[in-house]
């Protein structure tokens, strides 16, 4: 006899059964019911065996933190220092990245050469190319011209990159991940900003290429040889001292944006290039959602503890950020990115915003967030080689930040000052006294951020025998 909840019960007269259930239904309804409550039970060992072996291994979840760009999964590629192997068979994969790269730095000139070429070209009245006060010529037209065949490539790339990954192919599952969503943002973009003569059609018809996650650099796909054929003409675009003039004019800086290689096209235009450990930090991908990399790490002063380390590294666009919150609870220690190269730039997310300020609301909402009092919080002054650079090119911080008034504006001046002004909102915004830890990095420097991870493997130690003292 079936019991049955009192109706008054509104979950109760949802779940029970239908009152004109005949005996073979009942009979189904029952089995389903018992092989449910089957695969649940099953599901909850699982889950209470992984949290137990969880709490024996005293497993180490390092979070990074910051908005997009700033560094987080550059920081990341470190781990695969702990995994050569791995790392070997992901530098292949990662060659349609870097050209897909390539070609995006490539298009931003040329959008803006063929933004001027229009002004040059209106009859006259609409020509406003006194702003540029750049001559081009006939033959940056017939440049610009062969060079909307990459807009072949870039489609291919993306579609190669995006395709279904084989089974157990997880790197290139989550690359195609990314990809597929850079891709649709891609195409908005396009609709956007994209000139006329971009979206010619295909000139030349090549078949699908090999997928890019074979493990060696030697065979050539359709976007390879298509990149390689345009290398020459990439090269004087780049090279080109009137496109470069009205680069400078324009204050559009190629060689600070992400994922620049325009100084190395030959070698990462070659047939058989192949990315070294060094070009996988320099590439840009975008994180979208969460992904955690667990790696085996040596703790010489704690055997015992935190063999193993679990690294989150999360996508720091705005609308990634709510997904952060589930992994506050049981975090271990946070690095917290902010790229403080970026003070005259603006959010790709929100043109509104400044990104060193939306770096200092994030610390700010970092630091007094109630879940990760307990922590501590590890700040990466990122991007400090482009700080510099960009100072050294006469952009002034006092012109974005006021207080930073007439200090020398230099990178020792301007990293001192902003360092102080994020230690005082740390001060300020934690609830309990918590030491500053801050390094000022260029985290694609190989040398100096082995040496900073190390530090920062050394703090979160020290962290983990004063924390089972105090057990
Ligand atoms: N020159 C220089 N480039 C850097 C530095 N840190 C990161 N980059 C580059 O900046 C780009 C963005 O870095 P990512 O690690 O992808 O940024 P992210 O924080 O993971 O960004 P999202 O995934 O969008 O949240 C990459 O092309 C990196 O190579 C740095 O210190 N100096
Ligand atoms: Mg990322």
């Known amino acids: 006899m079936l019991s049955r909840a009192p109706l008054s019960d509104p979950f109760a007269r949802l779940l029970a059964p239908p009152a ?62 702990y995994t050569p192997q791995a790392f070997k068979a992901e530098r292949a994969t990662w060659r349609g990245v870097i050209q897909l790269n390539v070609v995006r730095s490539i298009r931003l000139i040329l959008d803006t050469v063929v933004d001027a070429l229009d002004r040059q070209n209106a009859p006259s009245g609409d020509d406003d190319s006194s702003i540029d006060h750049v001559q081009l010529t ?32 997880g790197f290139a599952q989550r690359i195609a991940d990314k990809i597929s969503q850079d891709a649709a943002q891609a195409r908005v973009d396009k609709e956007l900003a994209v000139r006329a003569n971009w979206k010619q059609p295909f000139q030349r018809h090549h078949p699908p290429g090999p997928r890019s996650s074979v493990d060696a650099g030697d065979y050539v796909d359709a976007p390879t040889d298509i990149i390689n054929e345009l290398r020459q003409d990439m090269a004087t675009l780049w090279t080109d001292p009137d496109v470069r003039e009205l680069l400078r004019r324009q204050k559009i800086r190629v060689e600070e944006t ?50 193993e380390w679990r690294i989150i590294d999360v996508g720091g666009a705005r609308s990634q950020r709510a997904a952060w919150m589930p992994f ?66 006469g952009v002034r911080l006092a012109k974005y930040v006021r207080s930073f008034g007439e200090r020398p504006n230099d990178v020792e001046n301007a990293a001192k000052y902003l360092r102080s002004k994020f230690h005082a909102i740390h001060r300020e915004y934690s609830s ?40």
């Open 138 to 169: 006939e033959e940056h037209d017939r440049l610009c011209r062969r060079l909307t065949r990459l807009r072949d490539a870039e489609a291919r790339l993306m579609a190669q990159i995006s395709a279904p990954a084989e089974e157990g192919d």
């Open 258 to 307: 992400s994922g620049f290689f325009l100084n190395d096209l030959e070698r990462v235009t070659a047939r058989n290039y192949f990315p070294t450990s060094d070009d996988v930090l320099r590439a840009r991908l975008k994180t979208e959602g969460v992904s955690e990399y667990v790696f085996q790490m040596e703790m010489p002063q704690a055997r015992e503890h935190a063999a």
């Open 432 to 471: 309990r006294p918590r030491k500053f830890y801050c390094f000022a990095t260029s985290v694609t420097d190989v040398v100096q951020t082995s040496g900073i991870l190390a530090a920062v493997r050394d703090i979160i130690t020290r962290q983990i025998l004063v924390q089972s003292r105090l057990l």
């Open 328 to 393: 506050f609870d049981d975090a271990s220690a946070i690095i917290f990115l902010a790229p403080i190269s970026a003070f005259d730039q603006v959010l790709a997310e929100d043109r509104s915003v400044n990104r060193l300020e939306d770096s200092v609301t994030l610390w700010k909402q970092i630091c007094g967030n109630k879940l990760l009092q307990r922590l501590e919080l590890i700040l990466f002054l990122n991007k400090m080689d482009i700080l510099d650079s960009k100072l050294q090119s």
């Open 20 to 81: 004109n259930e005949t005996p073979a239904e009942r009979q189904m309804r029952e089995e389903m019911e018992r092989a449910a409550k089957l695969r649940s039970d099953a599901i909850d060992e699982e889950l209470k065996k992984e949290r137990n072996a969880l709490k024996s291994k005293r497993v180490m979840k390092l979070l990074l933190l910051g908005q997009s760009e700033s560094g987080k999964s550059t920081t990341l590629q470190f781990q695969l220092a």
